[in-house]
């Protein structure tokens, strides 16, 4: 057989794997669209949800008839096809899933697909966790945080309750908050996309165990490291509030100590299952934990 016949035959699977790639991408297009499309009709109801936090801030701020605005006539519009865009993204996950699992599935063994797939479920999961978390949790102090500086005036409060209106004084300016929707959306957006995105550190560093990437002694090493990041992170992705900061820290730096936790049982099956195997070699093991202890490096050099 010529050269040009072997690459012939070579690149047939290659187009038979391209061919089934934009097969699989095609379906994750549709459904997402038909998600969107979902999303879009009941866009102002998910609005609405997504104000909760902001509208009953307002409330216990003394306003009783919370008040939105939009200043473009198609700013109301493009709020909504921002938030079905993220509404049909989440509908559509486990159809983009599936297509990915069947992509992939066909070349992994068994052994790998049980490990691969629990991790498929469980990313989804701690997403709505985290972003659960940010919703119900985090956003209701950042934008209690935020609102708390300014006061709503008396007369406002007058005019919408039906009482009598103060009389005008010839001094001061009052400062009234008129929130616009597209702005208040977007820090809620970005704090769940955030928290959704925190949750998944056990995910991704028990992957990485799994792949030999990472170790549960190396994640032990690295705790100081982890701590400094993670009060990076905490201080970019939340209010310049240091309640709102400090539980952002302790839950995600609780995720690094769970995914340390989930790693060592990784390795503690892995090794169970090479022992079983006859691959594993305790007394090497035992000299390589030797080596790496000072002690006994410390002992080597005297003998020497």
Known sequence: MS???????SSAPLIEHLAELRTRLIRALIAFIIGMVICFSFGGAILDFLLIPIENTMRDLGNPNPVMQYTAPQEYFFTLIRISMVGGLALAFPVIAHQLWRFVAPGL??????AFLPFLIASPALFLLGAAFAHFVVIPLA???FLG??????????????????????????????????ETLDITLKMIVAFGLCFQLPVLLTLMGKAGLASADGLRRTRKYAVVGILTVA???TPPDVTT???LFIVVYGLYEISIFLVARVEKKREERLREEGYYDDEEDEAEQDFDDPLMAEFDEDDK
Do not use: C, H, R, W
């Open 109 to 114: 063994y068994k052994n790998e697909k049980n």
């Open 3 to 9: 050269n040009t016949d072997e690459l012939e035959d």
């Open 235 to 237: 201080a970019l992705v």
């Open 149 to 182: 500086f300014a006061d709503f005036p008396s007369f406002v409060s007058a005019i919408l309750t039906g009482e009598e209106v103060p009389q005008a004084t010839d001094k001061g300016i009052d400062i009234v908050f008129n929130g616009k929707v597209n």
């Open 245 to 247: 900061q400090l539980i």
């Open 143 to 145: 934008m209690a945080f």
